[in-house]
């Protein structure tokens, strides 16, 4: 049979669309496979960058901060994404031993994938699919440095009241555990001082108050605001709770005194009848009157003068005998044997904790007031620009050590957080290379689960103790952590699948 011209031309037609399919395939290929290689290296670029981004912000179990960073990430680097990428970003910790040296390091690991609409796309020519995802990862390491060239500045904000005297699992009471460990810590840091420039240390104990010595006496100081009245006391009959003298009153003010006084002004002497009608509507006539009751604890005043200090207010200092039990002011109040000690870089002025006596109630937000207090007055020593510049390379901690709630007055600190206390604080030190370190530690006390405290210093800062034998490796953890700066951040391995 013979071919005619016509039907050979179908033939070699036909020849030819099978010979263009595999040309035309190879084509989408070298096309559209380079275009997702740059986007795989485009993705690798990106979650790179995204770790080392969030290595070095180092926000420990902040998932979605960094899933939004890392988004933001990716988002800028590679374009034409259908969808939202997906994203997750891991964290955990580890050492590298670099010779006989631990360096304790951050890890962060982000896996990315995109998914992206193809251009050549067919059931009949050899293509990608529709749409295809390119996935990649990249770990991100942060090595803290630990104090390094830096100088440390350490208030220990210890609780005194009278749960700490009792005795621990070592039959040791918790405030002598405290008080030894305080000590040993203290001689640690204090002993690497050797040039002008130097480690300092606070103590400042508390109990419903913080005491401090003024002119060789131990006041029973507060340092909070108060208001003048209390709702529906008429104020020709009330004397101010701030122009109270209370020193004078607790040492001076007896039951039957007080009693005849409040019935008949002819009995009040040189007591003043309105001044008694104020103590009345704290007291309520019983022998057990704790100081600053939250009904008369101005918060928002207190918040905003929080480095104002009170200490030169002494109508508001009282220190009743202890041994004559006076009807005022009960000793389980102001009556520990304990006393501030103002930064110092002097082992032996830490020495006198050593004779500081637990007794009382737990009014943890004096203790924290006056820690901050010490620190302001040490950044207020700091006159010149160079002076100024140095401070700021110091690192700042405020450590509270506490083993329990609130007692009596369960409100206040809650209160005071709530009003911004702890922030305020905070804020005053930002200008800092490294922020404040505020942290808890609860000597066999789930201060974790503290609400006041968490929003305080914040979860990731309080610890709980519950064995005698940690109590130092904990509260020198707290130390390490406070110290750590923002570090070295190394891109650790990129990965292309």
């Known amino acids: 049979m013979i071919s005619t011209p016509h039907k050979q031309q179908g033939t070699a037609a036909i020849y030819l669309v099978f010979l263009l399919v595999p040309l035309f395939g190879a084509v989408f290929f070298a096309l559209e496979g380079t275009r997702y290689i740059q986007k795989q290296n485009r993705l690798a670029d990106a979650s790179e960058a995204a770790a080392l981004a969030i290595t070095m912000a180092n926000r420990e179990n902040k998932t979605s901060y960094d899933r939004d960073l890392a988004t933001t990430y990716v988002q800028s680097y590679v374009r034409d994404i259908m969808d939202t990428p997906e994203l997750s970003v891991s964290v955990k910790k580890g050492e590298d031993i670099v010779g006989k040296v631990r360096k304790p390091f951050f890890q962060y690991k982000v896996n990315a994938k995109t998914k992206h609409k193809s251009w050549f796309s067919s059931l009949l020519i050899p293509s990608f699919s529709s749409t295809e995802s390119v996935v990649n990862n990249a770990i991100a390491r942060n090595y803290p440095e630990i104090a390094g060239d830096k100088y440390v500045d350490i208030v220990f904000v210890s609780d005194f009241s009278g749960s700490m005297a009792e005795r621990w699992d070592s039959g040791k009471s918790k405030i002598d555990v405290l008080k030894s460990a305080v000590l040993k810590i203290g001689r640690e ?31 029973c100081v507060t340092q909070l605001s108060y208001k003048a009245y209390l709702p529906g006391h008429n104020a020709r009959y009330y004397t101010p ?27 009040c002497g040189d007591v003043s009848q309105n001044d008694l009608r104020t103590i009345y509507s704290i007291s309520n006539r019983t022998n057990n009157i704790h100081p600053d009751p939250y009904k008369y604890v101005d918060i928002d005043k207190t918040v905003k003068n929080v480095f104002i200090d009170k200490i030169y207010n002494t109508k508001l200092h009282p220190k009743a005998d202890y041994y004559k039990n006076n009807y005022l002011w009960s000793k389980y109040s102001c009556n520990a044997d304990f006393h501030t000690i103002a930064m110092t870089e002097n082992i032996n002025e830490l020495n006198a904790i050593k004779k500081m006596k637990a007794f009382g109630g737990t009014s943890v937000y004096q203790g924290i007031i ?16 160079k002076e100024k510049e140095a401070y700021k ?3 700042k901690m405020l450590l509270i050590l506490s083993d329990g709630v609130e007692s009596p007055y369960t409100e206040t600190f809650k209160e005071l957080v709530e009003k911004g206390l702890c922030q305020k604080i905070k804020n005053e030190f930002s200008d800092g290379d490294v922020p404040l370190y505020m942290a808890v530690l609860g ?31 904990k509260i020198k953890d707290m130390i390490k952590k406070g110290t750590q700066s923002e570090g070295i951040t190394k891109l650790h391995y990129r990965h292309l699948n």
Not at 198 to 207: E, L
Not at 245 to 266: G, I, T, V
């Open 189 to 219: 840091v204090l002993a690497e001082n050797d040039d002008e420039d130097k480690n300092r240390i606070g103590f400042v104990p508390f109990n419903m108050r913080v005491q401090r010595y003024v002119n060789g006496k131990n006041l």
């Open 241 to 267: 709770y701030e122009q109270v003298n209370w020193k004078k009153y607790a040492l001076e003010l007896n039951d039957k005194k007080f009693r005849n006084c409040w019935y008949d002004s002819r009995h």
């Open 370 to 385: 006056q820690g901050a207090q010490l620190l302001q007055q040490e950044k207020n020593k700091y006159v010149t620009q």
């Open 393 to 395: 390379n110091r690192i």
């Open 443 to 473: 000597i066999k006390f789930d201060a974790s689960k503290q609400r006041a405290f968490q929003r305080c210093v914040g979860t990731d800062n309080i610890v709980d103790v519950k064995n005698v034998d940690d109590l130092i490796i």
